[in-house]
């Protein structure tokens, strides 16, 4: 473990949004913005230089569903696999989500994407995403504050989701190229 890594969320926050997995993505707001969390149990030094080596390209979508579900799709060079993860506002403290929406669009394009081994921050890197993704996301998170969805009505949307493949996804989304970064 990294002792100067610290994740702004708890580990029963990523078992919960990660529904149980042990392994898998979670992407949530922190007091500076976005945050996409990778839990994997063992570190080989294949994925800790993909992780390094950053994301090479990515995409936003909002999802025609009855509640709309903020998606994205980050592709890392392999051993890690392109994947797709989601938002969940209704996870996100009502004051945190409405601080990001107040932030402006600039520091709002700010993603710290974190490495862990069973949750235990191990890599960090600071990235920059393009503003354009900016207005969309907060137009997505402000129609989840205006109308406080329901949980299963939540869970329903992404499992329609989850029945397109990460390709189909993409397809739908905003695709933009590597965002800048480095390193932390």
């Not at 949530?28 to 996409?36: N, R, S, V, W």
């Not at 839990?39 to 994925?47: A, F, S, T, W, Y």
């Not at 709309?68 to 989601?86: C, G, K, Q, R, S």
């Not at 890599?123 to 406080?148: F, G, I, S």
Request: overall charge neutral; charged content about 25%; proline content about 7%.
């Amino acid at each position: 473990m990294n002792d100067k890594l610290q994740l702004t969320v708890s580990r029963t926050f990523l078992e919960t949004a990660l529904d149980g997995g042990r392994e898998g993505e979670v992407m949530t707001l922190g007091p500076e913005g976005l945050e996409l969390i990778l839990v994997r149990n063992g570190m080989e030094k294949d994925l800790r230089q993909a992780f390094r080596s950053g994301v090479s390209r990515y995409s936003y979508w909002e999802s025609f569903t009855p509640v709309p579900i903020p998606l994205w799709i980050f592709f890392f060079t392999p051993p890690l696999e392109a994947f797709d993860v989601f938002l969940d506002p209704g996870l996100v403290k009502r004051e945190v989500v409405q601080a990001f929406l107040e932030m402006p669009d600039g520091e709002c394009s700010r993603l710290q994407v974190f490495l862990t081994d069973r949750c235990e921050p191990c890599e960090k890197l600071d990235l920059m995403l393009d503003e354009r993704v900016v207005p969309p996301l907060k137009k997505t998170l402000q129609k989840h504050l205006v109308n406080a969805y329901g949980r299963q009505d939540f869970s329903r949307s992404v499992q329609t989701v989850r029945r397109f493949n990460v390709s189909a996804l993409w397809g739908f989304g905003m695709a933009f190229p590597r965002p800048m970064g480095k390193n932390a």
